[in-house]
């Protein structure tokens, strides 16, 4: 898996879009990005991922540079239940992902 | 569905104790794994499985061992118990995929303490 770099935290104001970014200079080509969260110590929750393009899903968008090393999950709208850590991880197969430390997301009234 | 169990939710060890955590899942999934997440740390890889009858170590496999005799158990033992291993631990599965496609679904965690 090829390393990823986010910032500790975060805060956004309720209902403003929330833009966390991820660096993953060394990706390789066949590295797929995924993002995940984890709510207030639960399991972690999928939320997107994407290799080259842009991605969207009823949860969030993400935005891949061109050269693929680094990436920007977005979440238009964000709400109070957003507040969680949420995790980048830059892997092909399975089995082998660490999750880091990730970014905690404070999402404020 | 229930999706991914994990049993106990809690547990309290003496160091020198064994026990076994059991991870279950009702949606036939072919990859499992098992995490641990120290306070206020990312989920550390511990072991995983690919399939039935198969097991891999993961990140930091020591003082752990695994089993997995049925596709739908994945089960996580510690021999002999150490303060250090106290954690949270985090089941999940995966469908196998001929996409590289990484949806894991966790667990709700078993709150493990050694003392």
């Given at each position: 898996d090829a390393k990823t770099t986010q910032p500790p935290s975060m805060d956004c104001a309720e209902g403003r879009a929330a833009n966390l970014p991820c660096n993953h200079s060394t990706i390789s080509g066949n590295e797929y990005v995924y993002w995940y969260r984890q709510i207030h110590s639960q399991g972690p929750q999928y939320i997107i991922h994407g290799l080259k393009n842009n991605e969207t899903n009823e949860m969030a968008s993400l935005i891949i540079t061109e050269d693929r090393k680094s990436s920007t999950l977005i979440l238009p709208h964000a709400t109070l239940r957003d507040t969680a850590v949420y995790y980048c991880i830059a892997s092909r197969y399975a089995g082998k992902s660490t999750f880091g430390d990730g970014t905690t997301l404070t999402v404020k009234p | 569905?229930?999706?991914?169990?994990?049993?106990?939710?809690?547990?309290?060890?003496?160091?020198?104790?064994?026990?076994?955590?059991?991870?279950?899942?009702?949606?036939?999934?072919?990859?499992?794994?098992?995490?641990?997440?120290?306070?206020?740390?990312?989920?550390?890889?511990?072991?995983?499985?690919?399939?039935?009858?198969?097991?891999?170590?993961?990140?930091?496999?020591?003082?752990?061992?695994?089993?997995?005799?049925?596709?739908?158990?994945?089960?996580?033992?510690?021999?002999?118990?150490?303060?250090?291993?106290?954690?949270?631990?985090?089941?999940?599965?995966?469908?196998?995929?001929?996409?590289?496609v990484y949806e894991q679904y966790f667990g709700p965690g078993t709150r493990l303490t050694v003392t």
């Open positions: - | 569905n229930a999706g991914v169990t994990q049993t106990p939710k809690f547990r309290v060890l003496k160091t020198g104790q064994s026990m076994t955590l059991l991870c279950a899942q009702d949606m036939n999934h072919e990859y499992m794994y098992w995490y641990r997440q120290d306070p206020g740390m990312g989920l550390r890889l511990i072991h995983y499985s690919v399939g039935e009858g198969t097991t891999a170590k993961g990140e930091v496999p020591d003082g752990y061992n695994v089993s997995r005799l049925k596709k739908q158990n994945f089960l996580l033992g510690l021999e002999s118990a150490a303060p250090s291993q106290t954690s949270v631990y985090f089941c999940a599965s995966r469908k196998l995929s001929d996409r590289a």
